[in-house]
Structure formats: structure tokens, C-alpha cells
T-cell receptor, first 115, second 110 residues
Framework: EAGVTQFPSHSVIEKGQTVTLRCDPI?????LYWYRRVMGKEIKFLLH????????ESGMPNNRFLAERTGGTYSTLKVQPAELEDSGVYFC?????????????FGPGTRLTVL | QKEVEQNSGPLSVPEGAIASLNCTYS??????FFWYRQYSGKSPELIMS????GDKEDGRFTAQLNKASQYVSLLIRDSQPSDSATYLC??????????FGKGTRLHILP
């Protein structure tokens, strides 16, 4: 069974540009989470989808970030326009049940560098 | 501000010895606790979950939870060089969010 996949693995963009990150969860996992780890800091929650619906987006830093999960399958996270402080590793995770009840499987992450 | 605290390390342990990793958390309503292992440049991988006070053993790993002290630990017996990684403590906040600590870097000395 394929695990969680993320694309691209690395992205280097200039301040002001737009970047779109993609996450393909494990098939059948209704719950999809986005996290971010900024250098030197802990992994932080960004948002949670249940199928195609945003269950909780309280961790999204600001309105430059837009996440979608059309059809309840893969998800995209767009940053527009990107700022220097957006640099970090963006992880996606999926699970059958909710975060406190079932194992979350993490993707390999996308390392975003904003110059 | 809900927090999970871990000693960043590095924690150096001789091969074959017991590695002890500790974590404290601030949210008293937390009910689910997790230990993830993350190799450099890789994704976090769940190795233990614990939900009730006491010990939970799985192979060489033992998780210990003390809700009164808001403390959770992970013991690794018979440490192997392959155990060298960063160990992340994570706590469910009760609103279906998981909060991570910064992680403890563990180095097993051959």
C-alpha cells in the first residue's frame, strides 16, 4: 500500500511568488492534516480536512495560505504571495480516524525556501 | 498557550544501554500521547501511543504516562545504533489537534 506522498520535495522561490504544495493521502483516509516545521521550532498544526471539508483551519498563519481538498482525495496548499518567514518543511499526514484516536501517517514533507 | 516540552539533547547513550526520553505537557485535558521517531530528512513515524496512566510496552520500547504530573516518557532498552534519531513527543489537545514538542536528538554510541 502506498504511503502519503507529497510534491514537490523541495521548492525554492523568491519572495512574492506563488507556490502550490500537493499531498496525496493514503487511499481511504478521510482525515488529512497539514503541518509546518520552521527551523528550530516544533512541528505546528496548520489545518485539518475531513473528506473535502475543512474541519479546523485555526493554525493557518494568515490569508496568504489557501488549502483545498476537492473531491476529498488529494489536497493542495497554496502560498500567495510567499514571504521569507514561510520557509520551512511542510508535512502532510493522513489517518482513518481523528488525530487523538488513530495513527497519523506522515508524508516525506516539502522543504520550502523563500529567498 | 498549550505546550509540549522536551530536552533538545543531544542525548548520548552507549549501545546496549537504556535510553530515557522525557516530555512534559501543559494541557491537563490531554488524553492521548504519542512518541514519533524522525530520522534526519525523513518524515515522523509513530512508534508508541499511550492513553492511560502507567506503562505500555512494545518490544524494546516502553512508554510511561503520569497524568497527575503531566509527564510522559519513553524508554528504549538495549539501544541500537539504528535508534539514533530525533524523538518527538506529541499530545492530543482534546480538540482533535496534536501538539508536538521540538524533539530530543538521541545518539547511540557504538
Amino acid at each position: 500500500e502506498a504511503g502519503v506522498t507529497q510534491f514537490p520535495s523541495h521548492s525554492v522561490i523568491e519572495k512574492g511568488q506563488t507556490v502550490t504544495l500537493r499531498c496525496d493521502p493514503i487511499s481511504g483516509h478521510d482525515n488529512l492534516y497539514w503541518y509546518r516545521r520552521v527551523m528550530g521550532k516544533e512541528i505546528k498544526f496548520l489545518l485539518h480536512f475531513v473528506k473535502e471539508s475543512k474541519q479546523d483551519e485555526s493554525g493557518m498563519p494568515n490569508n496568504r495560505f489557501l488549502a483545498e481538498r476537492t473531491g476529498g482525495t488529494y489536497s493542495t496548499l497554496k502560498v500567495q504571495p510567499a514571504e521569507l518567514e514561510d520557509s520551512g518543511v511542510y508535512f502532510c499526514a493522513s489517518s482513518m480516524g481523528l488525530a487523538g484516536e488513530s495513527e497519523q501517517f506522515f508524508g516525506p514533507g516539502t522543504r520550502l525556501t523563500v529567498l | 498557550q498549550k505546550e509540549v516540552e522536551q530536552n533538545s539533547g543531544p542525548l548520548s547513550v552507549p549501545e546496549g544501554a537504556i535510553a530515557s526520553l522525557n516530555c512534559t505537557y501543559s494541557d491537563r485535558v490531554s488524553q492521548s500521547f504519542f512518541w514519533y521517531r524522525q530520522y534526519s530528512g525523513k518524515s515522523p513515524e509513530l512508534i508508541m501511543s499511550i492513553y492511560s496512566n502507567g506503562d505500555k510496552e512494545d518490544g524494546r520500547f516502553t512508554a510511561q504516562l503520569n497524568k497527575a504530573s503531566q509527564y510522559v516518557s519513553l524508554l528504549i532498552r538495549d539501544s541500537q545504533p539504528s535508534d539514533s534519531a530525533t524523538y518527538l513527543c506529541a499530545v492530543n489537545t482534546g480538540d482533535d489537534k496534536i501538539i508536538f514538542g521540538k524533539g530530543t536528538r538521541l545518539h547511540i554510541l557504538p
